[in-house]
Each structure stands twice: as C-alpha cells, then as structure tokens.
C-alpha cells in the first residue's frame, strides 16, 4: 500500500496559487516525499523532492511539516498547462535491493480559466 | 540523444500471446522500475531491479516476467497467464543518489 494519502480533485482558478496537501504519517527518519505529475497519456514527470527543509526550484515549491508527517505542494501561479494528477510518494533516495517506490492514486488537479 | 526509450509505444495483440516490452537507457542508472496503468488509476509496480541480475516482485507479478542481464536494459514480458493485460506500461529509471525517477512514455498494450 503507498505510505501517503491525498485528496481525490482539486479545482484552482488560473493565476492563483494551488496548494497540494499529502499526509505521510508514518514516513522513517530516512524517506524523502517526492512528488510528480503526470498529464494525461504521458510518463510522470519528476516536480521536486525534500527531507525535511522547504525546497523550491522553478516549477514548484515543498513545504514539510516540522514532525515530516505531512507536506504541501505549492504551484505559486497556476496555468491550464498544470492541470493534470500530481503523485506525493515517500522513500529513500539510496535504495536496497528491495526498496520498492509505491504510487498511490494522486490528487487529480484542474485548473479553471 | 540520452535518456530512457520503451517500445513500442502502441502494441496490439490476439488473447493467448506473449509479448515484450522493451525498456532501454542509457543514462546509467542501476535501478529501473516497471508499473501498470489502467484508465483513470494511479500507477502500480509491477517489477523493480536495483541491480544487474537481480530483480524483485512489485505488487502485481502474476503474469509478467522480466530480466535484467545488463545495466541498460530492463524488458517485460506479459505472458498469456495476465488475465487482463490491456493498459498502459511504465518504465522508470530510479536516480542512484537523488532517488528521483525518469519515466518513459510509455506502452499502450491493447488484448484484441
């Protein structure tokens, strides 16, 4: 089963902010929340990722709770192009042999004109 | 021109049959990831390599196979015994320090 849980659908009006929230309660000392996107038909596509800081990078930002148990994924301006389903997942970022990388259905985001 | 190749990206065939998916790279990542998608559902791993020669069940094996005898290549095979093998295939490669996945575009396998 994935580690995280997220809301279904989210609606966002263009231009505004969207702010993806996923819980991971029980994320280990190690795991790092990733998250992705994918639009409709194609591969997912890597956003961001952290441990425990905020991070940000041109597409996105992450805020992590200061207990890890939860995160948001902020959009700071929405377009109609970021209308698709974004992935929260959890692991660690050196793997063993049996690290598997679990998805769980994503949150399914539309952006609204 | 780098990166990570699956083929074919639209593939059909007759109940009873086998086929291989293939899933090529050659950014030189040590692990690569198999999922399954189904209409309007998120992504389920079917296989997962960390290394050459070794390879580990996800959470749907029944029906696939896989190998892994050398770094860059990573194939599925979808066996008769999948019941319902019509969906989309994802082939990812897992960043050995990042732990961030590249994804392919996929393979659309259509069951006639």
């Known amino acids: 089963d994935a580690k995280t849980t997220q809301p279904t659908s989210m609606d966002c009006a263009e231009g505004r902010a969207a702010n993806l929230p996923c819980n991971h309660s029980?994320?280990?000392?190690?795991?790092?929340v990733y998250w992705y996107r994918q639009i409709h038909s194609q591969g997912p596509q890597y956003i961001i990722h952290?441990?425990?800081n905020n991070e940000t990078n041109e597409m996105a930002s992450l805020i992590i709770t200061e207990d890890r148990k939860s995160s948001t994924l902020i959009l700071p301006h929405a377009t109609l192009r970021d209308t698709a389903v974004y992935y929260c997942?959890?692991?660690?970022?050196?793997?063993?042999?049996?690290?598997?990388?679990?998805f769980g259905p994503g949150t399914s985001l539309s952006v609204i004109p | 021109d780098g990166g990570i190749t699956q083929s074919p990206k639209y593939l059909f065939r007759k109940e009873g049959q086998n086929v291989t998916l293939s899933c090529e790279q050659n950014?030189?990542?040590?692990?690569m990831y198999w999922y399954r998608q189904d209409p309007g559902q998120g992504l389920r791993l079917i296989y997962y390599?960390?290394?050459?020669?070794?390879?580990q069940k996800g959470d749907i094996a029944e029906g696939y196979s896989v190998s892994r005898e050398k770094k860059e290549s990573f194939p599925l095979t979808v066996t008769s015994a999948q019941k319902n093998p019509t969906a989309f295939y994802l082939c990812?490669?897992?960043?050995?320090?990042?732990?961030?996945?590249?994804f392919g575009e996929g393979s659309r396998l259509t069951v006639l």
């Open positions: 952290g441990l425990k």
């Open positions: 950014l030189n990542h040590d692990a």
């Open positions: 029980t994320i280990s000392g190690n795991e790092y």
């Open positions: 990812a490669l897992g960043h050995l320090n990042t732990g961030e996945l590249f």
């Open positions: 997942i959890v692991s660690r970022a050196v793997k063993t042999s049996y690290d598997k990388v679990i």
């Open positions: 390599s960390q290394i050459v020669n070794d390879f």
